[in-house]
């Protein structure tokens, strides 16, 4: 009966985790409420807030599907995906590749007085040229009362200003053929898809602008583009901090953002399960904190790590950084505290610091699905008395809290170690 309270208990505060899961061919269509991955047909059930007792079914989409061309755009799922970037002349509006209407030439002289320091001269010409009917451009169309002014709106002569066009009076055609000299023959106007009829283009006028500008700029040394001065890699390290991201070159861990350089590169931190098992009784915090520094330090990874172990007095997930972190079998584990509450793991964790794996062994954590202290930690682990919560790493979405949710204190689990 208590086992039974306890999973009631979990599943009442249990946070939206995206897991690989199978969802049924029958579950809820994406948008729907849910509670669990497996009700939807997605196989995902998300929640914007881990407070939230419900969520929605949601479904990943592409860039493709969302029609969108460029940039940067959500994935409908909270996630952000890059589109990519436009081609030359082309422009990422919302989106969307957008070709521009204006021609530029330049030429530009710089001199390098100091890698921080550029002075630049630009003369540059630019010629536009404005219907003079103004603003409209395809696909738009202008239509007044008496049909006297528009913007074509074909294949032929997109974007063209025309004038007195008069759908009654009109020469009816069906292409440039029929009209006369200096006409056009517009085949969906203001008279209808498909209603053609001959018209004049009106005239235009053409504005050249020509502007000479000249800048001075200070380049600040950590955002040069280059690797110098005591730089560990491009604009990072160094006098430039803790700055350096995954796979840089770093001299120590003082030039990452992790805080972990390893054979002179920046590495994320790491997550690993022990390849030893204990009983309940692990010397409290400080004697599981100091069998996963034994075992890393014997496995050469170096580093300080703590024990993924919630007590009466604190959780498990105040004990990490907020820093990225892999399992020692070199996959992305945790992106972020904030995704850890939400999606969980990405991956299995279930590596020990050798990088072998540990199977479907249990580990202690006395914590719930986002690293919150459940009620019973072996006395705080330091007692064979009693019983405490476990995680199943081999699960992305138990590894902090598995099915069978607790174990006596007698028995012997695995600790999941977190290096801080």
């Not at 979990?10 to 497996?38: E, M, N, R």
């Not at 008279?191 to 380049?219: F, K, M």
């Not at 069998?291 to 604190?314: D, E, F, I, Q, R």
């Not at 050798?354 to 019973?376: C, E, H, I, K, Y």
Request: some cysteine.
């Amino acid at each position: 009966m208590k086992r039974q309270s306890v999973v009631a208990f979990i599943f009442a505060g249990f946070v939206a985790v995206l897991t690989a899961g199978v969802a049924s061919a029958g579950g809820k269509p994406d948008g729907a409420s849910c509670h669990v991955h497996k009700s939807c047909r997605s196989g995902s059930c998300i929640r914007q807030s881990p407070a939230d007792k419900f969520g929605k079914c949601c479904a990943a989409q592409d860039c493709a599907a969302l029609g969108a061309q460029c940039g940067e755009i959500d994935n409908g799922c909270g996630l952000p995906i890059q589109c990519g970037v436009c081609g030359p002349g082309a422009t990422c509006v919302n989106n969307t590749c957008e070709v521009g209407t204006t021609t530029t030439s330049s030429t530009t002289t710089s001199t390098s007085t100091s890698t921080s320091t550029s002075s630049t001269s630009t003369t540059s010409t630019t010629s536009t040229t404005v219907p003079s009917c103004s603003g409209l451009t395809c696909p738009f169309n202008f239509c007044n009362e008496v049909q006297d002014c528009y913007t074509l709106q074909t294949t032929d002569t997109c974007g063209v200003c025309a004038h007195n066009f008069f759908c009654g009076v009109a020469t009816a055609c069906t292409s440039p053929a029929d009209c006369g000299p200096g006409q056009v023959c517009v085949v969906d106007s203001c008279c209808g898809v498909g209603t053609g009829r001959c018209t004049d283009l009106c005239d235009a006028t053409t504005t050249t602008t020509t502007s000479t500008t000249t800048t001075s700029t200070t380049l600040d040394p950590c955002a040069n583009g280059t690797q110098d001065g005591d730089e560990t890699g491009t604009d990072c390290g160094g006098s430039c901090g803790a700055t350096c991201l995954y796979g840089a070159g770093c001299d120590d861990d003082g030039d990452c953002t992790s805080g972990a350089c390893a054979a002179g590169a920046c590495r994320d931190k790491l997550v690993f399960v022990t390849s030893q098992s204990y009983t309940g009784n692990l010397g409290g915090l400080a004697g599981a904190d100091t069998k996963c520094n034994v075992l890393a330090t014997n496995a050469g990874l170096g580093g300080t790590w703590v024990a993924w172990l919630s007590t009466s007095g604190g959780s498990a997930i105040s004990r990490i950084v907020d820093q990225q972190y892999r399992n020692t079998n070199g996959e992305v584990a945790f992106t972020s505290k904030f995704f850890m509450s939400i999606v969980g793991a990405w991956v299995a964790i279930n590596y020990d610091e050798f990088g072998n794996s540990t199977g479907s062994d249990l580990a202690w954590t006395a914590s719930n699905a986002v690293g919150l202290q459940r009620p019973d930690t072996c006395s705080d682990w330091a007692s064979t008395s009693g019983e405490a919560g476990t995680g199943n790493p081999s699960v992305s979405n138990e590894w902090s809290l598995s099915g069978v949710a607790t174990s006596p204190c007698t028995e012997s689990h695995r600790l999941i170690c977190f290096e801080n």
